[in-house]
């Protein structure tokens, strides 16, 4: 029989990814998502492109009914939690929204865990929890920083919850994943980012311009202390990330308690550096002007891997051509959506 997983969030993003890489594997997957972000079209898609079929279920992390029922009808072998919400600027205005999502939910999944004996958990933080890092490649040993937002502080929360599970019960077996930027789609196009209104991001951004459906780039500083003085970040493509959940669980398997690595490709490349990229890959010319800098970023944040590639087996392998490439493919198969 094959192993089951519980994917949180699998109707979005990065969860849908990882729900392909997971049914290609071999697994057997349980998507649990309320759709604030996600949707049944995504699903769907994940079940063509892995032509193999997967129970879906519209429900919350913070529903406990909801949560047993999964739990008692599924014999779970683990689960991988993306449900949370991500936007850096809502998290500002609406932090409690924030806390109660993406802190209590998790609590409330892990307390549904304990209870159903399920106790391997994959769990989606971010670069973000090293705040301004104070050098760069940054490594798991870096301290994490003072953060600038309620979603950076309820995900370095949420990692101390688990730090706190790992210490009182010795039977999980837990990995903090910490992404640095996901970016591109899957190659066939039939999945990828797709956010409500205008894009937060910079990759999502940049297509939206290519595709003409806004008409110019902010471009959030250019005076800050990098090579060509804009801000530099360690953009990893979604295909690679979804690959390293999978080496992630192989390897907490073998080994109980909790442990903690950076998922990203080792390189930093600047915003102009991005737009040039993706003007190659898309064959279009990106409207652009240099802004003052956005509050809270920081000038450069990418990775020390080495970690997980000792520990996991794992290497993001694709490169930021091929994240162009993908993300441009995926976004002149979207409509808009505001
Ligand atoms: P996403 O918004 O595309 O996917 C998250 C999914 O979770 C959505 O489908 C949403 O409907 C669902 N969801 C949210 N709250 C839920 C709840 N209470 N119950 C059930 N479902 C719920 O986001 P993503 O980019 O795929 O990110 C996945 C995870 O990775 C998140 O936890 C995010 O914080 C983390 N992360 C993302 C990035 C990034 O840049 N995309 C970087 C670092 C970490
Ligand atoms: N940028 C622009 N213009 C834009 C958007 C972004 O110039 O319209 C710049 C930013 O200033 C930054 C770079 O592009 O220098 C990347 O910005 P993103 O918003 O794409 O990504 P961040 O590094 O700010 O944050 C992302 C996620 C966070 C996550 C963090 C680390 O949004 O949730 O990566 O994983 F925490």
């Keep these: 029989m094959n192993k089951k997983v519980l994917i949180t969030g699998g109707a979005g993003y990065i969860g ?25 079209d995504t699903v769907r898609r994940v079940e063509d492109i892995s032509k193999r079929g997967l129970r879906l279920i519209e429900g919350d992390i913070r529903d406990k009914s909801c949560l047993h029922q999964i739990f008692s009808e599924n014999e779970v072998y683990a689960v991988l939690h993306f449900a949370g919400l991500k936007s850096v600027a809502e998290s500002v205005s609406d932090p409690l929204r924030y806390y ?25 933080s971010s670069a973000t929890v090293y705040g301004d890092p104070v050098e760069n490649p940054v490594s798991e040993r870096c301290l994490t920083g003072k953060l600038s937002s309620p979603y950076g502080r309820s995900k370095s929360m949420v990692e101390e919850v688990l730090q706190d599970i790992a210490a009182a019960k010795p039977a999980w077996h837990i990995a903090i994943l910490r992404y640095f930027n996901p970016a591109g789609a899957h190659p066939s196009g039939l999945i990828g980012e797709s956010p409500n209104g205008p894009p937060n991001n910079l990759i ?72 040039r990229a993706f003007e190659i890959a898309s064959g279009r010319s ?44 995926w976004q002149k198969n979207s409509l808009p959506s505001a």
Aim: net charge negative; glycine share 8%.
């Design 286 to 329: 990106i409207n652009f002007e240099i802004e003052r800098r956005r509050l809270g970023d920081v000038a450069e944040c990418w990775a020390d891997p080495t970690k997980a590639q000792m520990e996991l087996n794992w290497k993001a392998n694709r490169s930021l051509t091929e994240m162009m490439t993908d993300a441009w493919r």
């Design 16 to 40: 849908s990814h990882a729900a392909v890489t997971f049914l290609e594997a071999g697994y057997d997957v349980v998507i649990l998502d309320n759709f604030s972000n996600g949707s049944a």
């Design 204 to 275: 999502p951004y940049i297509s939206q311009v290519a595709a003409g459906w806004r008409d110019v780039l902010r471009v959030f500083g250019d005076d800050y202390p990098t090579p060509d003085g804009t801000g530099v970040r360690d953009y990893i493509h979604v295909q690679d990330l979804a690959e390293g959940h999978l080496s992630a669980l192989e390897a907490i398997n073998k080994r109980a308690g909790l442990h903690i690595w950076n998922l990203g490709t080792g390189r930093g490349y600047s915003v102009l550096e991005v737009i």
């Design 100 to 124: 109660e999502n993406n802190v209590a939910g998790t609590v409330f999944l892990c307390e549904a865990m304990e209870e159903a004996n399920v106790r391997r958990l994959v769990f989606s």
